[in-house]
């Protein structure tokens, strides 16, 4: 997965010799997180703040490549599928991204889209009883809707609800290593969503000429 994030950095990288404007925007949030099951028992992720920046570079009049890097730090409530275990603990959430921004309309508002791929990982916060050590790493994917409100030619407002969905290919599930089942996974799965991450944000951009 780091393999993954390397690629995407020198694509990324290698684009910005053509660009037009660079934006930068640091963004903050609310995700509101759903639940995760691995067979062995569930995971609900609690709604959570979000925050984390944005660099877009502009390669033509209505078109960006976009650099992000958000993070979460939910609490995670493990219930096992028996029901006579339960577990509460903090976790970290990073999702790192490379995608493409597709403006509709010039203008002071500019209406958006955007698809994102990249990798996100999720990990323990330090505890008694916790394993620490824990880290998953998912590789996933962002869609998402906004618009771009500018008060300037160099300043602007930028509002967006997107949904970022880690994908599990290799059947493992999505565990923290705790409870009855410890570290296992439902066999029977070949690949599926474990969790999906609905954001709502709002951020300052800073939009600079190449």
Known sequence: MKNL???L??????????SQFYEVTPMVGYTFSGEADNGYGSYD?????????????????????ELSVR??????????????????????TAHYMVGF??????GKIKPYGIISAGTSR??????????????????????????????SDN???????????????????????IGTGGAG????MTFGVPVAHWDLSAGLIIRIKD
């Not at 992720?45 to 490549?65: E, I």
């Not at 509002?159 to 290919?169: E, G, I, K, R, Y």
């Not at 996974?185 to 029977?188: E, L």
Request: hydrophobic share 45%.
């Open 71 to 92: 993070r979460m730090d939910p609490e995670v409530k493990y219930v096992s599928a028996a029901g006579n275990e339960s577990k509460t603990f903090n976790s970290g």
């Open 45 to 65: 992720l609690a709604n959570s703040l979000v925050y984390g920046a944005r660099l877009d570079v502009q390669v033509t009049d209505f078109a960006y490549f």
């Open 122 to 151: 999720y990990w323990y916060k330090e505890e008694a009883g916790v394993d620490e050590n824990y880290r998953q790493w998912f590789f996933s994917t962002e869609f998402g809707l906004g618009a771009k409100m500018f008060f």
């Open 155 to 177: 300043f602007g407002l930028r509002l967006q609800a997107s949904v970022t969905t880690p994908w599990d290919f290799a059947g493992g599930g999505m565990y923290w290593g």
């Open 101 to 106: 921004v597709r403006e509709f309309l010039p």
């Open 9 to 18: 950095l020198f694509v990324f990288s290698s684009i910005v010799g053509f």
């Open 5 to 7: 994030v390397v690629s």
């Open 185 to 188: 996974a439902s066999g029977g």
